[in-house]
């Protein structure tokens, strides 16, 4: 079955390092990749997407790059914030299958 | 704000007990998703409902049912409830439901069994 593997947590920086998390997952089909992050007390919200090998998502400085080859999704950011302090969730959905399947979410912890 | 709407916000209720949580999706979409939040278990999908059918069902225990209603909001009930379904509940709803559908997600109903 399709399964999402993310590093374990917590990651903690130092504002303005730079920031990955590491994404590997296993599908059967040619699954559409995603990254949702939750803030402290909040659902999880949409952070970037991509629906097929090499396109890149992009959104608030974070971007990822869908690579079918390592069968890889890593989340990067050059200079990280106090901000975005949060648990970054990997997460993919197959052609075959409407259920989506999360990694188990990386903490993320910035310091001033 | 994403649109979802869940109610109630938290809920302590006693083992034995059935409670249902409520969902409201984003005005125009179809399709709603049920997550179990868990330390021990992460995220995990329950069931999801398109269009007042059911189309997908995940780790759902037998305890548990939902359904979605003509208006399209959706209702989960959880019965005969054990200290171990202690855990945050969260909705999601898309507007179609293909693979590359973004989920917006309610900010959770918090369920303490006692």
């Known amino acids: 079955g399709d399964s999402v593997t993310q590093m374990e947590g917590p990651v903690t920086l130092s504002e303005e390092a730079f920031l990955t998390i590491n994404c590997t997952y296993t599908?059967?089909?040619?699954?559409?990749l995603f990254w949702y992050v939750q803030y402290p007390g909040e659902g999880l919200q949409l952070l970037l997407k991509?629906?097929?090998?090499?396109d890149k998502g992009s959104n608030k400085g974070f971007e990822a790059t869908y690579r079918k080859e390592t069968t890889s999704f890593h989340l990067e950011k050059g200079s990280v914030q106090v901000s975005d302090s949060a648990v970054y969730f990997c997460?993919?959905?197959?052609?075959?299958?409407?259920?989506?399947?999360f990694g188990r979410g990386t903490s993320l912890i910035v310091h001033p | 704000d994403s649109g979802v709407t869940q109610t109630p916000k938290h809920l302590i209720t006693a083992t034995g007990q059935r409670v249902t949580l409520r969902c409201s999706p984003r005005s125009g979409d179809l399709s709603v998703y049920w997550y179990q939040q868990s330390l021990d278990q992460g995220l995990q999908f329950l069931i999801q409902?398109?269009?007042?059918?059911?189309?997908a069902k995940g780790n759902i225990l037998e305890r548990f049912s939902a359904q979605q209603f003509p208006d399209l909001h959706s209702e989960l009930n959880l019965s005969s409830l054990e200290l171990g379904d202690s855990a945050l509940y969260f909705c999601a709803s898309s507007v179609q439901q293909g693979a590359g559908e973004t989920q917006y997600f309610g900010p959770g109903t918090r369920l303490l069994v006692l």
């Open positions: 599908a059967t089909g040619y699954p559409s």
């Open positions: 997460a993919l959905s197959d052609r075959g299958s409407y259920i989506p399947t």
């Open positions: 409902y398109y269009n007042g059918e059911e189309r």
């Open positions: 991509a629906t097929k090998a090499d």
